[in-house]
Nanobody, 115 residues
Framework: QVQLVESGGASVQAGESLTLSCTSSENIFFFNSMGWYRQAPGNQREMVATVNLAGVTNYADDVWGRFTISRDGGKNTLYLQMNSLKSEDTAVYSC?????????WGEGTQVTVSY
């Protein structure tokens, strides 16, 4: 059973930085793509950033230039470096991994940004 476990969520002030981690029980190159998604209260889950097997990244417009997705194969870990955080970045952040028609999700980690 593939497991993804997120960590790194915290309560921070606007303008600060935070790095989220998603550790996989499988080699992360097992997945065709991995990504970070977030869901704020009352909102639908939305894509934040993704990276495919070739290393091509994709970002949501409102995080482009502030967030960076990366991975460490040796640690089987996906990262999300978040800079210049805003209150609207407050959400539960989850990572997912996709292979063929299967999709795996972690349980999420809370990020709260306040003024």
């Amino acid at each position: 059973q593939v497991q993804l476990v997120e960590s790194g969520g915290a309560s921070v002030q606007a303008g600060e930085s935070l790095t989220l981690s998603c550790t996989s029980s499988e080699n992360i190159f097992f997945f065709n793509s991995m990504g970070w998604y977030r869901q704020a209260p009352g909102n639908q889950r939305e894509m934040v950033a993704t990276v495919n097997l070739a290393g091509v990244t994709n970002y949501a417009d409102d995080v482009w230039g502030r967030f960076t997705i990366s991975r460490d194969g040796g640690k089987n870990t996906l990262y999300l470096q978040m800079n210049s955080l805003k209150s609207e970045d407050t959400a539960v952040y989850s990572c997912d991994g996709r292979v063929l028609r299967r999709e795996y999700w972690g349980e999420g980690t809370q990020v709260t940004v306040s003024y």
